[in-house]
């Protein structure tokens, strides 16, 4: 998980990169778009220079056409208010180099000062147009200025003359005697409305804070997709991996799993769970549980409904023909924080080792204190014994004839309850093992020479394999070679004439031990009677004690090692002796 959090990190987005990178692309968008302003402007200041020069040079040439034509006094001044009627022509004026109107688009205007002389002094008059923005008295105006001599070396007075005639030669006259220069320049003025300006410049304002609006947006919703993209991605990654990882729990997990939808058909299986019911694991997804079997589960579902979304019983689960399986479930209704129903959650905890084991405690339990007690009646019952049969013995030697047998069948009964006294006292009281690491087929072996009279008595084949090298084993050779005899006893009397007593020793690598199986081919047991085989004076023959089973079960667990039945009658009997290794090779 720490792994997973380090990859988070590291693939998420810090909000401040994000906002860095909003405001730089903002302060571009800006930059752009105040450029894209100021490029509009300077193209129409330039459209107004140029478009003020050609209305000069037309000036120009129309006064010098009139010069020519020898035009009437008032010809410049109409030349100039038929030309300033063009359209966005504000005003024309014509002024000498103090800024008295010589001729103006506004007749009106003519003999009055369009600028002061400060401001005609701070202007640089030059043959070249110069533009500013002037504000006048009712609107703002783009003025285009220069010197204006449509006949060079020609004082305006000759190509300007006032209407009045008598008052041109009068002031020529009075130039002359105040000694004037003949060829001070002449400035025009050329007024443009800039309200076309004004709104290119406002509409191109618009389509850049637009197309700022329009880039900004798709920059931000670059950002946002590549935030969402690699959120998506990182969800996406992190979802599979919480699938892995609870696939891999729910395939690990020891408790059987099954998840339903709301109908009862099954969408999630274990391989536990499909052991337990003895089906097929890819089989189970689709299938509506009371197709399942086992139990009951539509009460179980039933109940949920009725006693709230958990619930845990143990039942017992019906996997096949006889096998019935104790089992703990628990089953619960999926539902969402938005109280949506989702399906069944159920849980199977395999009760069987569980009871196997509380069983095993039980009878270890009544083993000790039948134990406890044998050993306190075999005491008391082998002191009398002794003197039974010590008397039995004096009287045998005594009498004659039929009293003579009674007392040796005295005898022999007492001998053969000493036997069942001395078996009660080895089950009681097993001893201590002296357990050390010994070749276990060797201690086969000697068991099977000690009951080879018996075998050839009955006609038995036995065969004694070895699967593999057999690692050694902490024993004790005479208290197992005892169990091994016991049971080998047991199997030859369990077969008629000309049986098979198998014995098989193999490592078993998951315990790391040894298997030792011993299979005889006799009439087997029923399968009630095989949980009952280990307990004391419990037995199928016509004779015999019934403490033999239960020596050898507490041999192996002395041993640390288990033991196992399986038995079918009619084919035979296994007993399956797992025990413990020190890990070397014999």
């Not at 001070?184 to 406002?202: K, N, Q, R, T």
């Not at 019906?318 to 959650?345: E, H, M, Q």
Request: glycine letters at 10%; charged letters at 20%; hydrophobic letters at 45%.
């Amino acid at each position: 998980m720490n792994m997973h959090a380090d990859k988070t990190k590291r693939t998420r987005i810090n909000p401040w990169l994000v906002a860095g990178l909003t405001v730089i692309l903002g302060l571009a968008v800006s930059v752009f778009a105040v450029r894209n302003v100021q490029r509009e402007k300077e193209h129409m200041v330039q459209n107004y220079l140029e478009h003020a020069e050609a209305l000069f040079w037309a000036l120009e040439a129309g006064t010098r056409i009139g010069m020519g034509m020898h035009g009437s006094a008032g010809y410049f001044q109409s030349l100039v208010e038929e030309t300033a009627k063009q359209h966005g022509i504000v005003y024309l004026a014509v002024t000498d180099a103090k800024g008295l109107v010589l001729a103006h688009s506004d007749a009106a205007r003519v003999g009055s000062v369009l600028h002061p002389p400060e401001a005609m002094s701070a202007r640089s008059l030059s043959e070249e147009r110069q533009g500013h923005f002037q504000d006048t008295e009712d609107r703002r105006v783009f003025e285009v200025y220069k010197k204006f001599a449509p006949l060079p070396g020609v004082h305006h007075s000759m190509w300007c003359p006032p209407r009045n005639g008598g008052m041109a030669v009068m002031g020529m006259m009075q130039s002359r005697v105040q000694g004037e220069d003949n060829h001070d320049p002449s400035v025009i003025f050329l007024g443009l409305d800039v309200s076309p300006l004004e709104e290119a410049v406002a509409g191109e304002l618009r389509t850049s804070v637009l197309i700022a609006v329009l880039v900004l947006l798709m920059g931000l919703g670059g950002f946002a997709s590549l935030f969402w993209a690699q959120h998506y991605r990182l969800s996406r990654r992190q979802l599979r991996d919480t699938q892995a990882f609870a696939s891999e729990v729910v395939r690990c997990l020891p408790l059987g799993l099954l998840s339903t939808d709301p109908d009862g058909r099954v969408v999630l299986s274990n391989g536990a769970a499909s052991a337990l019911l003895g089906l097929d694991k890819d089989a189970m997804p689709g299938m509506l549980l009371e197709g399942l079997g086992g139990v009951d589960w539509n009460g179980i579902m039933a109940g949920l409904a009725d006693k709230g979304t958990v619930l845990e019983r143990e039942v017992t689960l019906v996997a096949g023909p006889g096998k019935r399986v104790p089992v703990n479930l628990g089953a619960s209704r999926i539902v969402t924080s938005d109280d949506d129903f989702l399906g069944y959650l159920f849980l199977l905890r395999d009760l069987g080792e569980i009871r196997r084991l509380q069983e095993q405690v039980r009878r270890n339990e009544r083993l000790t204190a039948l134990g406890n007690l044998a050993a306190g009646v075999a005491h008391e019952i082998r002191n009398p014994l002794s003197s039974i049969k010590g008397f039995a013995t004096y009287l045998a030697g005594k009498v004659q004839g039929q009293d003579k047998d009674a007392a040796r069948a005295m005898i022999q009964e007492t001998d053969r309850l000493n036997r069942v006294v001395s078996e009660l006292l080895e089950f009681a009281r097993p001893g201590e093992m002296n357990l050390r690491d010994e070749d276990l087929a060797q201690v086969v072996e000697r068991a099977l020479r000690l009951v080879r009279a018996d075998v050839t008595a009955k006609g038995v084949a036995v065969r004694f394999e070895q699967e593999g090298t057999l690692p050694r084993v902490p024993l004790d050779p005479e208290r197992l070679t005892q169990a091994l005899l016991n049971l080998f006893l047991n199997a030859v009397q369990a077969m008629d004439q000309g049986g098979t007593l198998r014995i098989t020793a193999a490592p078993e690598n998951e315990a790391g031990g040894v298997v030792l199986r011993i299979a005889d081919t006799g009439h087997g047991m029923a399968a009630e009677l095989v949980p009952d085989i280990f307990n004391p004076y419990f037995t199928t023959k016509s004779s015999g004690t019934g403490l033999g089973l239960a020596i050898v079960h507490r041999i192996i667990e002395a041993h640390g090692g288990e033991i196992k039945v399986d038995s079918v009658v009619g084919q035979g009997t296994v007993f399956t002796l797992l025990l413990p290794s020190t890990g070397r090779r014999s």
